[in-house]
């Protein structure tokens, strides 16, 4: 059984460590096979695979991606792809710009309802400026004793539908499918569990993500519960897709789970690392 934990966070976008502590962290997890995917962002790839190759862990380049399909902000992770890839590392960069703007109308509509400084004060947060996200945000307020978790303020004031919440219009599913792919890898719709989308949307993304070249999607992952395993194990039965894994990681302590210490996945799913050399 290979120990594989292809989801993982950095400093070079929201999670809180440099890359060769989160390999740490996958190595003291019993991780073999592992991949960083920050958030519409490669750079820390080259840190990551030498730290990985110096613990012995076998690594492929990853990124998760941020898509606006059907009105609704859903995540791909690409696997073993070529972070070098010009197009992909474009395309990534424009994705990324419209963060600074989002991030200061996030801070208009949080002062709005009492809580100044916003801006300023998640930048502190952010290693990577250009990729100030809402879990900054998050650190943000929990530091300064708004809230009791980054959990608590996502329920509070940035989830849909919460008041410092501000639309964002992210890549269409065709450009990160064609930035993946265009760079020899794999596509893989990261914690479906997680969209709010009716029974419908769902079988149409899945359709138009197969109708691209998608055949895989994430099972077993920190973003979901036990019973979302089970969910989306059958997902991924009836519409034929390989399954992946992975923790999520983001911070020590900052919810979801340990790098390599989630379940295995089920025996008769085909894992999306079953081809790879
Ligand atoms: P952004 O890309 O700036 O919209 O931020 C999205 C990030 O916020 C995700 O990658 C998660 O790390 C984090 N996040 C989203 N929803 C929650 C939640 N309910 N609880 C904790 N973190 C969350
Ligand atoms: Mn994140
Ligand atoms: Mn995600
Ligand atoms: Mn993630």
Known sequence: MINADLHCHSHFSDGLLPPADVARRAKAGGVSLW????????????????????????????VEISVTWASRTIHVVGLALDSKDPTLVGGLAATRSGRDGRGKQI????EEIGIPGAYEGALKYANNPALLSRTHFARFLVENGFCESTADVFGRYLAEGRPGYVPHVWASLDQAMAWIQGAGGVAVIAHPGRYKYTQLEFSELFGAFRDLGGDAIEVVTGSHTPDQFREYADVARRYGFRASRGSDFHAPGEGRTELGTLPFLPDDLTPVWRDWQ
């Open 107 to 110: 801070a208009d509509r949080l």
């Open 35 to 62: 991949s960083m995917t920050d958030h519409d962002e490669v750079a820390g790839q080259g840190e990551a695979r030498a730290a990985a190759e110096a613990l012995g862990m076998r690594y492929v380049e990853g």
